[in-house]
C-alpha cells in the first residue's frame, strides 16, 4: 500500500502541470481494478452511493466504462480523481482549453453540444462541452458539461456542472482513436484544400453544409470525393434531387431562380416576403384573422408564426441566402458531372459567395443562419428543431473539414450576429398548438388528431383544417392477419387515446358498437375523420334510419330517446307482466290489445327481465343517445360544445348504473336485440353487435374504463358472453307466426295466407284477438271487401275495447270504413266517418275515404239540393287534400277540373 501511494504522489495534476512517467500505470490500472472482467453491460460496484456501469459499443472491440454523476449542480468526480486531487472545479472552460493545449500525452477540445429533445415542445438544449482524450489508444476520454452561454466571453469564464468519464478497453484499433479534428484536417484534407484556388476556397466555406448534408468532402470543390459510399456521384445527386440532367437545366436554376426547383427553395423564398409583406401591412391584425381573410393553408400560417418570432433573429436577408447557397452548390455540382467548367462555375459563383461573406460576421453566425433556414424550411416537414439540430452537428466538425481560421467573413454588410440559442423556430402557446396541427397535415395519421381538434375549436373551421381531418387516413386493424386487438392498439392508437378528454373517451366507448357496426372511426369524437371508404356517411345515417335533417330533429330524437325510447317500451311491458300474474304473454297481449310486433316484445321482456335487471335495456337508448349527437357534430347540426353538454350526463350516469364497460355494452346488446325484432333478426343483430365489442378492442381499451357503479343492479352484472337472447319454446312458437307476418305477400300468395290465420285463430282462440288486424289487412289486400265488412263486425265489440290511439284499431276501422266506399255504400261510409273520434276524423286518410264517399254520394241523390251539397263537400275536402299535396287519383282529379 505504502509503494502505492508513493508512486501515486510522484503523479501530477492535469491542468498546467508536467506529466510523469507514472501516467501509463495510471492509465491501465489504477481507474479500472486488475480483476476488472470485460464483459457487457456489467455494473462496477457502486463508491458513496454512485453506481458506474460498462457498455457495449457497436464495436466489439470497442467496450468502456463510464462514470457519471447523476446531479447536475454540486457535482463532485468519483473518488478516483477526487482522492488524488486530479481535478480542480474551480477551473473555467477557457482554462482547461489553455491547460492542455501543448499537452503531448492529452488533448482537449470545445465545442457546443445540441442536444435534440423528444418532443418540438422542447426544442433543443444547447451545452458547451470540453472533450480531454489521452492520445495513447484514447483510454481515458473525459466530457466536461457546462451550462451554455450564449457570448463567447460567459462561456470562457463559466465552470463545469458535470461530468462523463469513459475508460476504454487497452488495444483500440488505430483508425478508432479520437485525434483533434485540427489535425484530422491537416492530416487528411489540408492537401486537398490547398489545390483549389482562393475563389473556389470561398465558395467552398459557404456551401460547406450543403456538401455534408450529401457526404461529399466538402474541401474537394468538384464533388467527385465521397466520405462514404451512401449517396451517388454528381451527376446523380444532380438529377435525383435537383431534377438536373444537362447543362442547360443546371444553368437555369442557378441564374433563373424558380425556373426548376424540386426542393422548392425558390419557392419558399417567394412565399417568405410575400407572408412578411402580409404581416407589416396588417399590423393590426393576428395570424388566424389574416388566415381567413387571405385563405391561408396550414403550412402557411404554420410560415407566418415562424416569420412572427423569428424575424428579429435572422435579420433583414431573411431566408434568402439558403436560395444562394444552393445555387452554389449546384454549381459545383455541375463540375463534378462536366456539365460546366470550374471557370465558368468560379464566373458565376463568386459574386454570390462574397456577397454571403459579407453579410455574415463569422462561420459560427453564417452556420447560425444556415440552421435558422432550415428550421424555416423544416416546417414543411415538421422537421424544425431536428433539421436545425443537424447544422449545429455539422458546425461542430467544421474544422474537421475546413480551416475555419483561414476564412474570412467581410461583415462589411451583416446584422447583429445569431447566435444558435436563437437559431431555431421554439413555438410557445397558440403556436405550439399549430405546430402540433402542422404535424399532422404532414403525416395525415391522427397522432395529432386533438390538437387539430382544439385548433378548430379556438379558430373555427378554417376549411385548411377541415382539409386535414378529410385527409387523415387512419390505421385498420386487418382481421386476417390475427394480431392481437392490444398489441394493435398499443402500437397505433394507445396516443391518440391518451390525448382524449376523460369524458370524450367514454363516449367513444358508449357509442362504439354502432360506429364498428357502420366501420367508421372510433377516436374522433367529432366523427370528422374517415375510417376507409366502406364507412357509413353520417348524414344519411340520420335521414334514412332516423329523419333527422336538422338541429331541431337531433334535439328531439336525443328527447325521445331520453324520455320515450324503447327503454321505456320494455319497462311497460314488463309492468304488464306485474300486472298479470301467472299470465302468459299471449294471454296478456289479447287483454292489453297489443299489436303482433308489441306481443313479440312481450315475449322477449317474459324470457330477460331477470337477466336484465332494473335497467332493462336503458344502455340501448344511452348508447344511441350518444351516436347521434356525434353524428350530428359531423353533420354540421350541433357544435362539438352543445353535443358535450348534452352527452355529459348521460355518460355519468351509465357509469353509475354498470359496473364495467362490458355489463354496460351486454345491456345494450340485449337492447339492440329487442329492436331487432321488427325484423326477425334478433340473433343475427345480437351475434354481430358481439362481434364488434371485440373489433373495437383494436381502437379502444374498454378495460381501463372506471363504472362508480353505485346504482347498477349489482346482482344482475352481465358479462359479453351471456348477451345474446335464448328465447323460451313459447317464444319460437310465436315466432313462426310472426315470421308468416313479415313475408312479403302478393295477391297471388295472399289468400293462401288468409287460410292459414283462419287455421290458426281455430286452432288456437286466444290468437284471434292478436292477429284482428293482420286477417282484416290480407282480406282487404285481397280486395275482399264484404269479407271486411264482415269480419270487422263479427269482432266490433272486441275492436272497441281498443284505445283510440291504437294503431290496430284506427287501421281496422279505416278498412271497415273504405270497405263500403268500394262496395259503393257510400252513405254508409259516411256514417261510420261521423261516428269516429275526432282525432280520427282529421286523419288523412279517412277524410278522403270522407270525400270519396261524398263524391259517390251524387249518384244516389233525390233531390238537386242533396246533389248541391254532396257535390260542395266532395269539392271542398278534395281541394283540401290536394293542398296537403294528397294523391286523390285520376278520377277524382278529372272530376274536379271539369
Known sequence: MKKFITSVLLFFSFFGFSIFAEQPFFLQNWIIPDDFVWGVNVQIPGINGKTFYQKQSSDVINPYVYFYTKSKSNVDFPPYFTERNLLSWDMTYSEILDAFKDNKDFYAS????????????????????????CREENHLNLELYFPHKMTEEERNSSLPSYCYVYYNRKGLKEEKMEIPDTERFEKDYRKIWEENSPEEKKIIAVTYFSAREYNFVPARYDCTLRMENQYEVAVLVLKSKFSIGNREELLNY?????????YGFYDELMNYEKLLKD?????????????????????????????????????????????????????????????ITREESIEY?????????????????????????DSYIGLRRSRFVDWANNIMFRYNGADMYLPLDEIVFDASEADKPLFFDNAYYKPKGDDLLWAYVQIENENHDGQNLSDVRKAISKYGELPCLLQIIKKIKPVQYDFSKNVSYKEFFKKYYSNIWNDLSENEKYAIAFSSNLFQLNEQYHLDFDNRVKLSNNSSDPKKLLKNSWSIENYEGLISNFTELEEDGHSEAYKRLSDLIDKHPGKTPVQIAAEEHLSMLETSRLHFVYDTRDILGSHGIEAWDEGRQITIMRW??????????????????VV??????????????????????????TYGEYVEYGRYAKKAVLEAEAYIPFDTLVFSGENADRSKVMSISDCIYLPSKAFLSWEIIMQNYRQKIDIKSAPAMIEKIEKLEKESPEYAKILLYWHASLLFYCNRYPDVIQFIEKNMSY????????????????????SFNYIFQPEKALEIYHSLPENLKGNIYYYYQYAYASYLMLNYCRSQKEFDFYRGAAKEALNLLKKYDFDIGEELEGWLEN
Open 799 to 818: 275492436l272497441e275495447s281498443y284505445p283510440i290511439e291504437n294503431d290496430d284499431y284506427i287501421n281496422s276501422l279505416y278498412f271497415y270504413m273504405a
Open 279 to 339: 404581416m407589416e401591412d396588417n399590423p393590426e391584425k393576428d395570424i388566424m384573422k389574416l388566415a381567413y381573410e387571405k385563405n391561408y393553408d396550414v403550412l402557411d400560417i404554420s410560415q407566418l408564426n415562424y416569420i412572427k418570432n423569428m424575424k428579429d433573429y435572422i435579420g433583414k436577408y431573411g431566408v434568402a441566402p439558403y436560395v444562394d447557397t444552393d445555387r452554389l452548390f449546384v454549381l459545383r455540382l455541375g463540375v463534378g458531372a462536366s456539365y
Open 254 to 262: 442557378v441564374l433563373k431562380p424558380g425556373t426548376k426547383n424540386v
Open 632 to 649: 350530428g357534430i359531423s353533420s354540421g347540426y350541433i357544435t362539438t360544445e352543445e353535443a358535450m353538454r348534452l352527452i355529459e350526463p
Open 349 to 373: 459563383g463568386l459574386p454570390i459567395a462574397e456577397q454571403l461573406l459579407k453579410q455574415y460576421n463569422s462561420f459560427y453566425d453564417f452556420a447560425a443562419h444556415v440552421a435558422a433556414f
Open 652 to 677: 355519468e350516469r351509465i357509469r353509475k348504473n354498470y359496473v364495467t364497460y362490458y355489463d354496460f355494452v351486454s345491456h345494450y346488446i340485449m337492447g339492440r336485440q329487442f329492436f331487432a325484432l
Open 110 to 133: 470545445g465545442y457546443v453540444y445540441p442536444l435534440n429533445k423528444d418532443s418540438i415542445s422542447k426544442g433543443i438544449e444547447l451545452l458547451d462541452v470540453v472533450r480531454i482524450f
